[in-house]
Each structure stands twice: as C-alpha cells, then as structure tokens.
C-alpha cells in the first residue's frame, strides 16, 4: 500500500545520485556536455524544428537528435512513433541507467516497484499542435489523430519509457513550470528520505515547441541579442530544449550492490511565491526561502556553498529579484560565492533546467570547475556576488542550484561532491 | 504519527457549485443534460458543463481572478467550500503558511491554451500576452495559493483520471514530514471542443464533463480518517486496464477486508472529468462516510481506472475515537 507509508527511518537516508544522463543543445552525454558547460560554450542558433520567421527573434537553443536511438525494449514502431521530447527523455534516461549498472537485472524485483519522478512544462506539445492544426483543417484526414494526442500526453511518455527500459511503478509528473525539474528531483529525494523506495529515477525534459516559443515571445522575455544572465544591459531570455535524468539511490542501497556515486543530495527546499503570476517577489521573498529552507536540511551555512547554479534567465525581472535574494541569503558572505547561469549557454530549458543544472553542479563538483558565462559585459551592480566569467578550475565540497517558475513555484537544491 | 484526515470537501461540477448538488446528482443516478458546443468545420460537440454560479460569489471579483480560466474558477470554488468546512470544525483555522496544495489535472488550462495557439497559427507577432500565462499548467494552482495566502509548497501533477489519489498520496507525505499542518488537494478540468474531439477518437460515445473536487486533510484528528491508498498499478508490459483495476480491488479488500465499493458513475451522470472524476467520487465518497445513516457503517474503498496511466485505488472511514 501506497499509504500509510512505513514508519519513518529513525535516521533520514542519505540520498545518493549513482547515474546521470543528459541532453542538451552542447550534445548529448555527459562528455560533451561537461566539456561545454567547463569551458562556457554557446549553443544558441536558429529554429529550425518549427517557422519562427513572424516572432520578434528566431533564435533558441536547439538539440541535434542522433538519427538512431539507443536498443531498448521498443519496438521500431514505438520508436517511430515517439514525439521530440520523448525522445530526449529517453536519451537521457538511459545513460543515466546504464551508467548506474541499473541495466543488470539483480533479480531483487525492484524493477516491478521503481517510482518514476519527472518535471515537464509540456510533454509532447509538438504533436499537439500537429493534432489541432489537422483538427480545424476542413476536410483533413483523422489518420494518426489518435496516435498525435497519445504522444502528446505525459502519461504515454511515462508507459513508453518503462517499456523501453523494462520496469514499473509509480509514475508522477511534476509540471510547475520552469521549477518542475527541480521539483521532480527533489520529491524523488524525498521518497527515499521517508523510507518509501530504496530507489527513484527522476528528472526532467521538454522540447522546443512553437506554442511555448510564441508565449514567451508575446510577453516579450525573449532576449532579442545574447541571453546575458546578470548582465547589466541584458534584454531577455533564449529557450532551449534538453533533459536530464537521475538514478537516485539511498546510500544503503548504492554501497551494498558497489554502485560508483557520483554525488549526494543533501537538501531541497520549496516555496511558492504569490505576488503575481509570471513576475517575481521584487525582493526574491520566496527564493530566500528556499535556499534557506534546502542549506537549512542540508546542515550548512551559505559559506559552505563553493558553487551557486542560479535560475539566472537572463530577463531583467527575474535576475533583479534573484539576485537580491542572493545578496539577502549570503549577507555579507556575498562576495566570496561564485554565481553563473547556465542558461547563457544552453538557454532556458523549462521543466527540464532543473533537472539539468543538477546534472551541472554534478558535474562541476567532481571536475572541479565552475561554469563560465563568457561574454556577459558589464556586470549589473545589484549583485554583490561575483559571476564566473571565465573558464575557471575550483575544489569545492557543495553547491546550490535555483529554480524558479511561472506561477511562483520556487525551487533550491544542494549537491555535495561525494568524496573519492 | 502517519495518520491523516479529511476534514473538509468541496466540488463543483455540472450538477452545480458544492458538494451537496453533486452528491444528490450522484445519488439520483441519472446522466444530466449535455450541452451542444460548436466544434471545428460545423461539427456540434456534447458536453455537460457547469452552469453559471448565481449569484457571482465575491471571490470571483478579486483582481488574481478577474481574467482566470474556467479551471482556476472551479478549482477556487470547490477549495473555498472544502476549506470553509474544515475551518468551522474542532480544529479550527488552517495557518495559511503551513498550508501545503495539491493541484491535479489531465488538460489543464485548455479553453486558453486553444485560443493562444489560435492567434499563434493566425499570426504569433500579435498573440495575446495576456493569454499564454494561463496556459501553463500550474496557473490554477498559483492563483489558488494566491487567493489563500499560502507560501508553501505548491504542486501541480499532470496525470489521468487517478491522478487525484496520487495528490493524496503526495500530500499525506508532506503531512507525514510535518512541515505543513494542512493540504487540500484538488483535481480540476475544464471543457473545451479541442479535448472533446479528442477524447472521441477513443471513444465515439465519450461525452466530457468539467469542475472541480477537492480535499483538505489534516493531521488532527477530523470527521473522516483517510485509511489507505493502494499501489498504482501502471499499464505496462501485459498489464490492462482492466486486470490493473482487478489488482488494486484486491489490493483494498486485502487489507480492509469490511470495506464496500459504493457504484458511485461519476463519468455516466456527470460526464467523464477527466482529473475531476477521481475527485468527484472521492469528495462523494467522503460526504457519505462523513454523513453515515446508511446500513453499512464501515469504510467506503474507490478504485479509480484512469484513461492514459494507471489504476489506483482509496480507502475513507468514518473517524473513531482519537
């Protein structure tokens, strides 16, 4: 039963990340990817999965799928079948899954109860939008209809990914917005924290889609030079396209079957910030407490933190407020704390960045590097912290990574680099 | 403690706005009357639709509102009732900061997410930006928490017909961890022809409804204990819907072997409500645990096939002593 769920350990599992997929427009793998986000690469070119000659820009961060995926349990019909951001997910997923040994079967029979945790903004809006376009189309043929509106739903790509990699169990979509990764990830960390699984896969995806793109171009978010999170003339956002998937582990579980851990997940904190629908706290009230609220179950101070992952979107709302919630959370430490946003790189991947940026700080904390924005100019003076500008090698213990959504959906995540 | 309690319901739907009107609906059994809708190339698409609320409740005034969807509406109305319950009980107010919410739904925000894209196709340099940010999924959920005044941690989950148990699920979690001290949990969806005609490429005879349930639960002790959740039984490998049903029956009769499975055909008499349905039988379920009278005294077990996803299954009795 579902609930009531066991007693509660005594002592909280140490949750463990044990396998890391990722995709985004730098590649997909963790290789490319961890050299692109080290050495601070740009990855923004122009749309081409849909027309965007009508919007006011016409660039976005896209993925160059692989002409072949990877053997799974699909069949080529289910492949064929699959939307873009399906695609991406499955992409993602199995690396992270091959990468934690998960593929070997134990026979421990995990595999008929393993809780799949995802955050997505839109699932498969592109095959929705194909859907309505041949819907109004007097006189179009309703062949493949069904098929379109089965892809667009998450729950399909829920069935579809546990038949690729041959598992089932609970399977719970997060869509808060630009947050849901990170939420996803951080409810997943909860499940093994209150005892309920030994293991969850979680993460995020989404897919460029023209919908999404003219939304965010209707509100004028989108950055119609380079998206310069931090900048003092920055003008706006870049969408991107990705996914990142994680096999969390409790510790217990990982070390007894010798699993490589690639981190830990020390805290998480969430909050929903009420002051408008699409528009920040001024003061980033909610984004203070989040932060405290994951350093708080993480047992460490803001000084501890070698590395923040800001949401960082590059629009001048949501850098102004995030950055005085900076300023509010570290105090006077401020300046002593290395602040970059990934989405200068890659752009704003939705309910897959937080998921994502996770991967990122996975990656920095054992590489030891920090992700570079590179070419940002003048620095807006708000931010009392210093922004990674450079290609930049640094050893540090833990790192902070922020998300935060439409609708006031708020989000903090702290890694700690596990010790080799 | 793990125990958690239902201390208030709400709903919406076509049979009216509050529980009671969808209660009797549902009692009476009798499908209500669908209303035609213009759909696409002349097409008349059916559809049992929540009538207009008389008089306009004054929450709809406020400013968060004023340009909501339907959703949001429903999902506010059926809050507010189920609230305003749990509040005038022994327990008393709910403090807003620890108030955790639950938002479920399958389509979501689907009247504006049409037009938005409407005036995409026609020309998206002039789309409306009022639209779009009632499009994303979680708008509802954030208006909600906007209204009540909660900064906690706010949920949206994208899910079928059982979507709604695995609300309850995730907040009888957050009240096990006891950061919040109360979490109301809603499943809200609103009619729009774009899902009708989808839904009838599945099922020719399939006729949508819209509105809203919801729960509020507590950790203190209230009139109705939620007792157990089943596993999800998800579609996968040789599992259907069907034989997922079956195992989560047997699920709940295992474990609560006196409880009954009221017939309650929410989809027959309200139409199918997609994230609302499993809200609606629950809701119906709660207010007939809570009101008793009935022969059988012990727990009410629901199981809940969704369309896409999973089956799941519920379990409500009537509070003993503490």
């Given at each position: ?21 990722i ?7 963790w ?18 999965v ?31 079948r699959?939307?873009r ?22 026979g ?14 839109s ?34 790509q ?7 990699l ?29 005892g309920?699984?030994?293991?969850v ?11 999404v ?13 380079s998206?310069?999170?931090?900048a ?7 969408l991107g ?8 582990e ?21 909050a ?35 590395y923040?992952n ?33 989405k ?6 939705l ?10 700080c ?5 590489g ?12 807006d003076p ?9 290609p930049?090698?640094?050893?540090f ?18 890694l ?5 | 403690?793990n ?15 509050g ?37 306009r ?8 509102l ?21 509040e ?7 403090e ?10 399958f ?7 049409r ?27 954030s208006?909600?928490?906007?209204v ?26 957050w ?9 109301v949990?809603?499943?809200a969806e ?19 409804g ?5 729960l ?9 204990e ?36 009221p ?25 007939g ?11 009410s077990?629901l199981v ?9 299954g ?9």
């Amino acid at each position: 039963m579902l609930f009531p769920r066991p007693p509660s350990p005594v002592c909280a599992p140490r949750v463990v990340i044990t396998g890391a997929g990722i995709v985004t427009p730098l590649g997909v793998g963790w290789t490319v990817n961890a050299e692109g986000f080290r050495t601070g690469r740009r990855a923004i070119g122009p749309v081409s999965v849909f027309s965007a000659a009508r919007q006011r820009t016409q660039q976005a961060g896209e993925v160059v799928l692989p002409t072949t995926l990877p053997a799974t349990g699909l069949g080529t019909r289910q492949e064929q079948r699959l939307d873009r951001a399906a695609r991406l997910l499955l992409l993602a997923a199995v690396e992270a899954w091959q990468q934690a040994g998960w593929h070997h079967d134990d026979g421990g029979g995990w595999r008929s109860h393993l809780p799949l945790v995802l955050g997505t903004t839109s699932a498969g809006m592109g095959q929705g939008e194909d859907f309505f376009r041949r819907t109004i189309r007097a006189g179009a043929s309703r062949r493949g209809q069904a098929t379109r509106i089965g892809q667009y739903q998450a729950p399909q790509q829920a069935r579809d990914l546990m038949h690729a990699l041959d598992f089932s169990g609970s399977a719970t979509f997060i869509a808060n917005a630009c947050a849901s990764g990170a939420n996803a990830v951080g409810h997943a960390c909860e499940l093994i924290r209150s005892g309920r699984s030994q293991r969850v896969l979680a993460g995020g995806y989404d897919a460029l889609s023209e919908l999404v793109f003219a939304g965010f171009d209707s509100l004028q978010a989108l950055s119609l030079t380079s998206c310069r999170p931090f900048a003092a003339k920055r003008d706006g956002l870049a969408l991107g396209e990705g996914a990142a998937v994680m096999t969390l582990e409790s510790l217990e579980s990982a070390q007894a079957r010798g699993a490589t851990l690639l981190g830990e997940i020390v805290g998480y904190g969430a909050a929903t910030d009420v002051h408008h629908l699409t528009q920040p706290h001024p003061q980033g009230d909610a984004a203070l407490l989040t932060m405290n609220a994951a350093c708080r179950q993480a047992g460490i101070q803001p000084a501890d933190i070698g590395y923040l992952n800001a949401h960082g979107t590059g629009t001048p709302l949501n850098d102004g407020a995030e950055a005085l919630a900076i300023n509010r959370w570290a105090g006077e430490l401020a300046d002593r704390i290395p602040v970059s946003s990934t989405k200068a790189g890659i752009g704003h991947l939705l309910g897959a960045a937080g998921a994502v940026e996770t991967v990122i700080c996975l990656m920095a904390l054992g590489g030891a590097w920090l992700p570079p924005e590179l070419e940002l100019g003048e620095v807006d003076p708000v931010c009392r912290f210093p922004i990674v500008q450079a290609p930049t090698d640094a050893d540090f213990e833990y790192a902070l990574t922020n998300s935060f959504g439409f609708g006031g959906a708020n989000a903090s995540l702290v890694l700690r680099r596990w010790p080799t | 403690m793990n125990r958690v309690y239902v201390h208030g319901w709400g709903a919406v739907s076509p049979a009216g706005w509050g529980c009671g009107s969808l209660v009797d609906a549902l009692n009476a059994g009798v499908a209500l009357t669908t209303t035609p809708t213009a759909g696409p190339n002349g097409a008349m698409l059916p559809g049992r639709r929540v009538p207009t609320p008389t008089p306009r409740p004054a929450w709809m005034a406020q400013a968060r509102l004023r340009r909501s969807s339907l959703i949001s509406q429903f999902t506010v109305g059926a809050v507010l009732e189920a609230l305003a319950q749990a509040e005038a009980g022994p327990a008393g107010p709910i403090e807003r900061a620890r108030l955790g919410v639950v938002f479920n739904v399958f389509g979501g925000s689907v009247i504006y997410s049409r037009r938005f894209f409407e005036e995409v196709l026609v020309n998206p340099a002039q789309a409306s930006p009022l639209l779009f940010p009632e499009t994303v999924f979680n708008a509802p959920a954030s208006h909600l928490a906007a209204v009540l005044g909660s900064r906690a941690p706010n949920h949206t989950l994208v899910s079928d017909q059982s979507g709604f148990l695995q609300g309850l699920s995730v907040a009888a979690d957050w009240l096990a961890d006891g950061n919040l001290e109360a979490c109301v949990v809603v499943g809200a969806e609103e009619w729009d022809w774009s899902v009708a005609v989808a839904a009838r490429l599945f099922d020719r005879a399939s006729t949508l409804g819209e509105g809203a349930g919801a729960l509020v639960l507590r950790r203190a002790p209230g009139p109705v204990e939620l007792q157990g959740l089943s596993d999800p039984v998800p579609y996968v490998r040789a599992t259907t819907r069907r034989s997922a049903a079956g195992k989560v029956r047997d699920q709940l009769q295992l474990a609560f072997p006196t409880a009954r499975f009221p017939e309650l055909r929410a989809t027959a008499v309200l139409g199918d409500g997609l994230a609302a349905t499993g809200a609606w039988e629950c809701a119906a379920a709660v207010a007939g645990v809570a009101a008793g009278g009935s022969a059988h005294q012990g727990p009410s077990a629901l199981v809940i096939t969704g369309a896409t996803l999973q089956a799941q299954g519920v379990c409500f009795a009537r509070s003993g002593p503490a």
